[in-house]
């Protein structure tokens, strides 16, 4: 079982930036791509970003290639999304997910453990 909480959620003017922490705890996620999602009011949940186990191999919506990095620090447990450059279309609770495998996916349905979400809104 593994427990994640996200962290670094807020308010944030169009243009400006936030960085976002997801920290595991229950079992180590070094062995697994970790992955973020967002859901906006009114629509499904989608892919932001994710990361390879070893931090190796990275995979971005086209949304938001160029303004958001995703990383991870295995010694800590934890992994990040900075972004920069926020829009108002930004605006979602974010959430991080570990995958079933090492390899970065963008389907929701390969990932089995999920935070609670942080929420994010950028006003324009």
């Known amino acids: 079982q593994v427990q994640l909480v996200e962290s670094g959620g807020g308010l944030v003017q169009a243009g400006g930036s936030l960085r976002l922490s997801c920290a595991a705890s229950?079992?180590?996620?070094?062995?697994?791509?970790m992955g973020w999602f967002r859901q906006a009011p009114g629509k499904e949940r989608e892919f932001v970003a994710a990361i390879s186990w070893n931090g190796g191999s990275t995979v971005y919506a086209d949304s938001v290639k160029g303004r958001f990095t995703i990383s991870r620090d295995n010694a800590k447990n934890t992994v990040y999304l900075q972004m920069n450059g926020l829009k108002p279309e930004d605006t979602a609770v974010y959430y991080c997910?570990?995958?079933?495998?090492?390899?970065?996916?963008?389907?929701?349905?390969?990932?089995?453990?999920w935070g609670q979400g942080t929420q994010v809104t950028v006003s324009s």
């Open positions: 997910a570990t995958d079933r495998t090492p390899r970065p996916r963008t389907n929701p349905a390969a990932y089995d453990y």
């Open positions: 229950g079992r180590t996620i070094s062995t697994y791509a």
